[in-house]
């Protein structure tokens, strides 16, 4: 009988013992949950400040100059083809460079022609005058780009130096030179009285 009280009473010890354990376990399981929900949350907050940071300084950045730029330039471009092609008129009946004529004898020569051309090309003239190269095309005369895509330029001829005018447009890159096909242009010069002309041609293809 005593040693069945004996065994009963270890049982109820370890029985104890183990519940203390799993008490502190459960405890120690706890504080380090606790522990990672406050470590959760404080990288949370640390976020939520960096998010705010960053929308600040965004706001506060300035709009890029080039931006507002662009912006600006396409208010002002013409709202439709009508505009354009009146403005691009406009632009061919104003001469460039138009240089001053040193007598009675000089016709002051106005090219105009409308060719949209690549970053990097140029238009030149080329013709059977020495004004124009005499179709040499190391001599020959460079025009200007003027807005609308129109490129112009004034040669002053001496009155009656040919009896007529004829003459290409050359579009120049680097060493590439590309003639425009068709007849040449020409321009009757004999019998003519005029100090200015103008001539204004289209691209032939």
């Known amino acids: 009988m005593e040693g069945s009280e004996q065994r009963s ?10 519940a203390r354990q799993e008490q502190h376990d459960q405890t120690i399981e706890k504080g380090i ?3 990672r929900q406050e470590e959760i949350k404080e990288m949370e907050r640390i976020e939520e400040l960096q998010a705010q940071e960053f929308s600040t300084e965004t706001r506060k950045q300035p709009i890029n100059e080039p931006i507002k730029q662009e912006v600006k330039e396409t208010i002002k471009k013409p709202e439709n083809e009508a505009a354009k092609q009146q403005q691009r008129v406009e632009s061919i009946k104003q001469p460039v460079n138009e240089p001053e004529v040193k007598g009675k004898n000089t016709c002051n020569l106005h090219f105009n022609i409308n060719y949209r ?9 080329c013709g059977n005058h020495e004004k124009l190269g005499n179709w040499d095309l190391q001599k020959a005369y460079k025009l200007e780009w003027s807005e609308g895509d129109n490129w112009k330029g004034t040669v002053p001829i001496e009155k009656g130096s040919c009896e007529t005018l004829e003459y290409k447009y050359i579009c120049q890159k680097g060493q590439d030179f590309k003639w425009e096909h068709g007849a040449n242009h020409s321009l009757r010069q004999e019998g003519r009285t005029e100090d200015q002309v103008t001539k204004v041609d289209n691209w032939q293809t």
Do not use: A, D, H, P
């Open 9 to 18: 009473g270890k049982k109820s010890k370890n029985k104890k013992q183990r």
């Open 33 to 35: 949950l606790e522990e």
């Open 117 to 125: 051309t690549s970053f990097g090309e140029s238009i030149w003239v």
